[in-house]
């Protein structure tokens, strides 16, 4: 198994696993995950052994989000977090990288299978959704609560996975869904109980595998070249644009402010209580 900072990479015959590695930090995206996310992805898609990527997290959860332990907590401005007046241009640059470096899951040639557990919230949420195939425990949860405050998912899929009403319904309140809720509305294509999970992610992995590498390319190419008609690259702008600009508005800032003050996990807590942000 081949190390990096923050994943793990492993090829398994016809099958390379990607390993989400800081579970001290529930998996939390820092500045090295995302470039070394899409250095595995690349790897895998370069392999002619490869035909399937199995994606999962250690410890605890799939992801929980961007590190705001470093990114919101740590006093004074850092490259998500720019002191007033901020350039939106070095944003943009910044946060389109990171779009790229997730949706190299999705422009992959070989098919990626997501397997979630525990948590795949806010960043961690992006991350799936750009997976083909997304398996997630029954009681494991997903959404992206910065939309109430301080984002807004720079992959924009989820309009693209469940219509724009579900849509809506999920970012216009940044609420947690569970894994069963999530397979019903078709967010995720399966939700298994936890006990089951490694087995359904292995099964369905195993039958993808046993399906020849260019067959699996042109079904994946032709499924998205639809996204990309219907506007995919250019929705994805907008949503990043628009996240750097929420984490720049009065409210963004107030919430910077308040999780250097009382930290992160306070912060968080209150914004997403449900009271009136001001």
Known sequence: MTQSPSVLYRRDGRIARL??????????IDDAMPGALRA??????????VHVIVL?????????????KLYAERPGPNPG?????????????LMSDVTDCFMSLW?????????????AVAGGSDVALCADLVVM??????????????????????????????????????????GREAAAIGLVSQAVPAAELDAAVEKLAARVAS????QLMMQKMVINQAYDNMGLATTQRLATLFDGIARHTPEGLAFKKRAEEVGFKQAVAERDA?????
């Open 56 to 68: 999962a997290g250690a410890g605890r959860a799939f992801c929980s989000g961007y590190d705001l």
């Open 19 to 28: 390993t989400l590695n800081r579970p001290e930090r529930l998996n939390a």
């Open 274 to 278: 449900g009271e009136p942000i001001d």
């Open 107 to 119: 422009k992959s040639f070989t098919p990626v299978i997501c397997k979630v557990h525990g948590h």
């Open 40 to 49: 595995a992805v690349e790897r895998a898609d370069r392999d002619p052994r």
């Open 81 to 93: 977090s720019q002191a007033m007046p901020w350039d939106p241009t070095l944003d943009y640059r």
């Open 211 to 214: 399906i020849p590498k260019n």
């Open 137 to 178: 425990a029954e009681e494991a949860r997903i959404g992206y609560p910065p939309a109430r405050v301080w984002g807004c998912p720079t992959t924009a899929m989820w309009v693209y996975r469940v219509g724009a009403e579900r849509a809506k319904r999920l970012l216009l309140t940044g609420d947690l869904i569970s």
